[in-house]
């Protein structure tokens, strides 16, 4: 059991360290045209209840990669409050504060977040 345990220790600080380093953009293909791997910045507007879209998804998986994990069901393409939760906690590992950290995604966390292309 104490081998079995210190294997799996061994195999997920490896992938925890794949992840951190390559970051979650790193497996992603370049899309069919050409572009960048990176999702741009839909605007803060994007970000409201109801929202549906596969850029959700992406985003939520890329702040679980960077342990910003409040998600109970997900990530998935819905924008729920988990989503807002999991952006805050990114908000406020980036040094946001108060009003700042309010869920909602800026352009400038969004960039450093490195959300892969749908």
């Known amino acids: 059991m104490r081998r079995v345990k210190k294997v799996l220790i061994t195999v997920l ?9 390559a970051g979650p953009a790193a497996a992603m293909p370049t899309p069919p045209d050409g572009g960048s791997r990176l999702q741009p910045f839909p605007g803060a ?3 409201h209840t ?17 342990g910003c994990n409040k998600y109970q069901v997900g990530p998935g393409p819905k924008w ?13 590992h980036l040094g946001y504060r108060g ?12 960039d450093v977040l490195k959300v892969p292309h749908v």
């Open 50 to 66: 109801g929202q549906d879209s596969p850029i959700i998804t992406n985003m939520g998986r890329a702040l679980v990669a960077m």
């Open 80 to 92: 729920t409050e988990a989503d807002r939760l999991s952006y805050q906690c990114w908000q406020e």
């Open 99 to 110: 009003s700042d950290a309010d869920g909602i995604p800026g352009q400038k966390s969004w």
């Open 45 to 47: 507007g994007f970000f």
């Open 13 to 21: 600080t490896a992938f925890a360290a794949l992840v951190l380093t």
